[in-house]
């Protein structure tokens, strides 16, 4: 019985690793990504709100952003809303080398009441600086642009807050450092450019 039961466990073993392997070579991690996106909008539609996004990509600077993505897991947002990232990567395939990026969360009312301390009030440290905040104009709205800095940098994050009435969008770009040190995120750099590329945010799936 015990032969049998270590037989079975191996077969397992053994198709586990060929689905696997299958997954690997013949999935586009993009695309299934991109999968875990329209979960989720439909997800929130579903609770009768709206999704807003840039569309499958868009172009800051001299650089090509691809998206969204969502993670299968750990993308949640507590509440109700939506999580997505776009994506440059520098010389390389997805997945490989550096990147920059720029995420957007969505937020339901309830998910906003829950984020908003946290979003509109970051806890920094003594030696941090200050939280600076700027008011600009995206899509015809009044909205708030946050810079949260650290003991490192004056400038560690951005965060770009909308209220859309019905949802909250928030952009949200990070600080990221290249091997010589300068700044690879072209957003941190410019901010001008974090509020101009939000000019395009849309209804799903305009």
């Known amino acids: 019985m015990l032969k049998l039961a270590a037989s079975v466990i191996a077969l397992v073993a053994v198709v586990a690793a060929?689905?696997?392997?299958?997954?690997?070579?013949?999935?586009?991690?993009?695309?299934?990504?991109?999968?875990?996106?329209?979960?989720?909008?439909?997800?929130?539609?579903?609770?009768?709100?709206?999704?807003?996004?840039?569309?499958?990509?868009?172009?800051?600077?001299?650089?090509?952003?691809?998206?969204?993505?969502?993670?299968?897991?750990?993308?949640?947002?507590?509440?109700?809303?939506?999580?997505?990232?776009?994506?440059?990567?520098?010389?390389?395939t997805p997945g490989q080398g550096t990147n920059t990026g720029l995420e957007i969360?969505?937020?339901?009312?309830?998910?906003?009441?829950?984020?908003?301390?946290?979003?509109?009030n970051p806890r920094l440290l003594s030696n941090e600086g200050e939280t600076t905040r700027q008011r600009v104009d995206v899509m015809g709205r009044e909205a708030q642009l946050i810079s949260v800095p650290s003991s490192r940098r004056l400038v560690n994050s951005l965060n770009l807050v909308i209220d859309l009435d019905t949802v909250v969008?928030?952009?949200?770009?990070?600080?990221?450092?290249?091997?010589?040190?300068?700044e690879s995120n072209i957003f941190i750099s410019n901010p001008d450019l974090l509020v101009q590329v939000m000019q395009g945010l849309r209804p799903y799936p305009e």
């Open 169 to 182: 969008v928030v952009a949200e770009v990070h600080s990221v450092r290249s091997a010589d040190g300068t």
């Open 105 to 120: 969360t969505v937020y339901s009312p309830d998910a906003w009441e829950l984020a908003k301390d946290r979003i509109l």
């Open 18 to 92: 060929v689905v696997w392997i299958t997954r690997a070579q013949g999935d586009d991690p993009e695309e299934e990504f991109y999968g875990y996106f329209l979960r989720d909008a439909k997800a929130m539609q579903d609770m009768g709100l709206p999704v807003y996004w840039l569309g499958r990509g868009f172009t800051a600077g001299a650089l090509e952003f691809e998206g969204p993505y969502t993670p299968e897991f750990g993308g949640e947002v507590e509440g109700g809303g939506i999580f997505m990232g776009y994506s440059h990567w520098f010389g390389g």
